[in-house]
């Protein structure tokens, strides 16, 4: 090494970003990638919400019970309660008369189709009734049990009423009866209203979530979720780039063309340059696939009239970035451009160790798994949720990069801690770089078996 060449010098650092954004565009792997994540992007929402509204409506017809739809010759309800049934108290049962004589072909429950029997004292009258069922009749028994009372649908052996059907008829039987039994123990009619409007068990939470929900700030679950979209961002982003800056380097090293570059462009401009440019092609991604997300929401809300409640988190979720304001987006970007600098400059120098194709996976994976490890620590920062572990992963590199922005926009550590956090990780990212400049000349020129992590350290010295 020349020991007056200034080895942090950016000389020629146009030169690369041009070249390497102009290479990666050429590259159909990457240009397919490009195009694929996009339309990812722009679809996935509305296919995700139809798949669900469908699988949704088709639930929901399975679960309700529409008389019109049902076809049975015969509904016989044997009660021997205290609580008394009369047909005209099973109107949720069977079709109004007008509607009776608008279904064609006489199908559907209407009122004739429905007979509640007297209650009879004779043993084995059940099975009697159960016997003499018909292929398309049903008989709903309602008899005391040790624990309050049991109502069953019965049908015969070679019934033709689907199974759905019949569980819709015993469960408005059921909702009937229940009414009934309760108006015959004096409760008004407001009461059973009270009591047949459920109770809502979303609001059955732990103190901290009630606490938080009440103060309007972030739950600890929302802040899970925000932890793992922020974490799954920037580790998508790490894993799209960091191949492909392993891979550039060691084809430059084979070819021998580094050799050459190297006469123009300093060591250090020559890994920046490359870094910066895959993340100008990771930005471009990403906005791209931003901008088609929040088109198809568009398209959903307004020409399918869809409510943004109805199609909210359907697809990838960006929505951390919106929903803190414009510092909380400043603060989240800044990270993912943080953590961008730091890995890709990390799969620059591990890549500058690779001398043969065979090398690259073993490089790869070195990166991968650091970004994997803090990933993994950030979804587990977030279901754990406690003051001192969210410091600390503030605080702690690699992993402050995966979470601290998410920490302070959600409200667990104040802006001095988020100072203090990206001081530290620009600490980091300098001395990651000062290392490369001093050991990324000696070792992308070296031909040498791929060295250890320990020889890096050694070069850098050299």
Known sequence: MNKRENIYSLEGFGKVFRFTVSQTFKNKGYLVAFVMFVLVMTFMGPIQYLSQHTSQSAA??????????????????????????????????????????EEENKAGVSKDKVVVLEPVEEIDY?????????NKDV???????????????????????EVEDVDGITETVKDIYEVKRLENSDVSSEDVQMIFSGVDTNSVIEESNYVA????????????????????????????TNSYIITSVTEEKQSKLVESILVSVRPMALLMGKVCGMMSYVILLLGCGVIGSNISNLVMKNVFEISESQFNNSGFNFSIFKDFGVIGFVCLLLSVVLAFILFGTIAGLFGSTCNKTEDIQDATGNVMMI?????????????????IVNVIAALLPPFSFFTAPVIYVTGRIGIAVLIVSYIIQILVIIGVMRLSAKSYRNLILSDSTTPKLKTIFKSAKM
């Open 371 to 387: 970004a994997m490890v803090s990933y993994f620590a950030a979804i587990g920062v977030g279901a754990f949720d406690k003051d």
């Open 213 to 240: 929900e009440e103060n309007k700030t972030v739950s600890n679950i929302n802040y899970m979720f925000y932890m793992l979209g922020l974490s799954m961002i920037i580790f998508l982003v790490v894993s799209m």
């Open 139 to 161: 008989i709903v028994f309602i008899k005391g049990a040790e624990t309050g009372y049991q109502i069953s649908g019965v049908i015969s052996n070679d019934s033709k009423v």
């Open 126 to 134: 059940e099975n009697k009734l159960a016997d003499s069922l018909g």
């Open 60 to 101: 929901e017809d399975s679960l309700s019970y529409d008389p019109a739809k049902v076809e049975v010759d015969k509904i016989s309800i044997y009660n021997v309660t205290t609580v008394g049934l009369q047909v005209d108290d099973l109107t949720d049962l069977y079709m109004t008369d007008e509607e009776a004589k």
